[in-house]
């Protein structure tokens, strides 16, 4: 048994039909020819150039051994972004005209895409669970982005249909048998009841915030009548409930893992199976973190789940749980005493409360960083929801760059409800997002990783943005200045980066990774022509810089204005290696970095 409710085998593949497969190559192979040729991985050959700046052009790209030709139509915006027509995609050889084939289109580059022979068999896994996935999306009733921009946080939350924008198997979660994906895909939207264990306090470490302890935490996450349901489990037993902590775990994680993985932990009672809890969650884009759908004000909760995805197997260090809250208070009390970041708005989800298992077998024998020594823990997050005041809703910021199945956008749509001119749209918009980055890198040296899923907006009734909510924190901050004083618990997160990689933060996590497909869209279906968007990101920087002229000198030594910056590619990351594609103890160590992007803010330098 792997899920409660497993369909039969045929209705599991009901979405892989021949059609939805063949949508699915031809958007996939249009985003590996965009984003390979981005990353410089491809050099498109001309047919006919564009008549005009940013008009389409069209183009061709030649297999490995130069027989098989792919045409396409294209048109290049700012950070060398390219908007591929996948209709107008075709694959050719001999004369003949071939089925787009994701997977053959990987076999074909395989030199040129510097794919390893121990690397390339995963790789094309991971890119058939991705194209799975999208049959699975288009097998779905349509939702229009207008129809989807004035839904729920968590209806929003399910209806993404890409994954990051950047990487190509984006969705791979290696290890989920289809019934599996079906459970706990966020994309499936199938409530989940999370197993929850007792683990012995002689093995398990538990922290928490400043204001939270244990048994607060469990009387505000489990009902009186679950607590004793466990106790009871535990007396059977003739076990005190006393003696443990309780740890809630991904239903995948205990019926492919911790039962067999830790079958001696289980054995000696040092790990005691409770079932189910009560309350109904929700996956969220992360896949391992869930959303409480019976009572939306409890934290979310963030557990192990040792699926392999978009380079890493999604584990949670037992050690590395230990100074969560400590870094998480830190940055709470940091955010809530400096008066730039409290006139933003900005506010942070803290991961209040972590808990970590310790398999002595296991944690003798693994190096620092082994998958065995992410097996089992978990850690709670504040929920948005409380944040909320009266006519105010949430959005994943990854919606913005959303687009439904006739090409809808979902950051248009918002635009046409909130009854502002696009421009005035995406002015707010920078300035809960981008200003809070901003002031935290020039003042503190301090950066996120605030991609789409990890920031949540706040937005008024009519689709306006009024706030950003910043969260996944423990993990995805560094501070890169080694004067700064840290307290002893968050030294963690000093970095050691060379001086001229500190801005490479802004320039990839937030322009390359983000701006980039956003304009992308807005200037591609008319909403908001190019020009006009990164001048109000410029407009957004000079503000902000000339609010602060006691950072000049950081404004100058860091320039947001340069011409250029480096590109750093993240497909490379993963076609290098797709098991671990960062040392997470030397980041920018791993970078691959080839070549410069034109900066589209130089033309505005102050």
């Known amino acids: 048994m792997t899920t409660p409710t497993a369909p039969s085998p045929g209705e ?46 069209r183009y061709s790209v030649h297999s490995d051994d130069g027989q098989t ?40 580059l395989r030199g040129t895409l510097g794919l390893g022979e121990q690397v390339l068999p995963v790789y094309l896994e991971e890119i058939s669970s991705t194209l799975a996935s999208t049959a699975f999306k288009l097998a779905r009733t349509p939702v229009s982005a207008d129809r989807l921009a004035r839904s729920g946080f968590q209806e929003i939350e399910a209806g993404m249909t890409e994954g990051h924008p950047c990487f190509v198997a984006n969705n791979g979660r290696l290890g989920f048998d289809v019934a599996e994906y079906r459970a706990y895909a966020p994309e499936a939207g199938a409530p989940v009841r999370l197993i929850w264990v007792a683990a012995h306090r002689d093995h398990a470490t538990f922290t928490a915030a400043a204001d939270l302890g244990y048994d607060k935490l469990l009387l505000s996450e489990l009902s009186a009548s679950t607590l004793r349901r466990f106790s009871a489990v535990m007396q059977e037993q003739g076990l005190d409930l006393d003696a443990y902590f309780l740890i809630p775990v991904h239903p995948w994680q205990w019926w492919n893992k911790l039962s067999v993985t830790f079958a001696a932990e289980v054995a000696q009672r040092n790990l005691v199976c409770l079932g189910h809890g009560d309350d109904d969650h929700l996956a969220q884009q992360s896949i391992r973190t869930f959303f409480n759908a019976t009572n939306p004000g409890k934290h979310y909760v963030k557990t192990a789940l ?44 803290r991961e209040c409360a972590a808990i970590g298992y310790h398999a002595a077998p296991y944690e003798a024998a693994a190096p ?88 949540i907006l706040v937005l008024d009734d009519d689709g306006a943005p009024k706030r950003a909510i910043f969260k996944d924190i423990a993990e995805e901050i560094a501070v890169m200045n080694p004067d700064v004083q840290l307290p002893p618990e968050v030294e963690r997160i000093r970095a050691d980066v060379p001086e001229d990689m500190k801005i490479l933060s802004l320039f990839t996590d937030v322009f390359d990774c983000f701006l980039r497909f956003l304009n992308g869209i807005l200037a591609a279906d008319g909403t908001l022509d190019e020009d006009t968007f990164w001048s109000a990101v410029a407009d957004c920087v000079r503000d902000y810089q000339k609010s602060a002229p006691h950072l000049a000198e950081r404004f100058e030594r860091y320039d947001l204005f340069t011409e250029s910056f480096a590109l750093s590619c993240l497909n490379r990351l993963q076609l290098r290696d797709n098991q671990q594609m960062v040392d997470l103890q030397d980041p920018a160590g791993a970078l691959q970095l080839v070549g410069e992007l034109d900066n589209p803010l130089a033309r505005f330098a102050p």
């Open 306 to 349: 040792s699926v392999l995805n978009m380079g890493f197997l999604r584990g949670l260090s037992a050690e590395y749980m230990k100074a969560t809250p400590a870094i998480n208070d830190w940055l709470a009390d940091l955010v809530a005493s400096d008066p730039v970041l409290r006139e933003s708005g900005l506010a942070v989800l």
């Open 12 to 57: 599991a593949v009901a979405h892989l039909t021949p059609e939805r497969w063949q949508s699915a190559n031809r958007l996939l192979v249009r985003k590996a020819i965009a984003e390979f040729t981005h990353e410089r991985l491809l050099k498109p050959a001309t047919l006919s150039a564009p008549e005009e700046r940013y008009a389409a052009g």
């Open 69 to 108: 030709e792919y045409r396409f139509t294209a048109r290049q915006f700012a950070l060398d972004h390219w908007q591929v027509d996948a209709d107008g995609l075709t694959r050719h050889r001999d004369g003949a005209e071939l089925p787009l084939d994701a997977l053959a289109f990987v076999t074909e």
């Open 368 to 455: 620092k960083g082994s998958p065995y020594l992410k097996m089992l823990a978990a850690l709670w997050r504040e929920s948005p929801v409380p944040l909320l005041a009266p006519g105010e809703r949430l959005a994943t910021m990854a919606s913005l760059l959303h687009t439904d199945a006739d090409g809808g956008s979902f950051a248009a749509a918002l635009i046409e409800q909130s009854g502002l001119d696009a421009e005035t749209w995406l002015r707010r918009y920078l300035d809960t997002y981008l200003t809070p980055l901003l002031h935290c890198f020039y003042e503190y040296e301090l950066v996120f990783m605030p991609h789409g899923e990890n920031v």
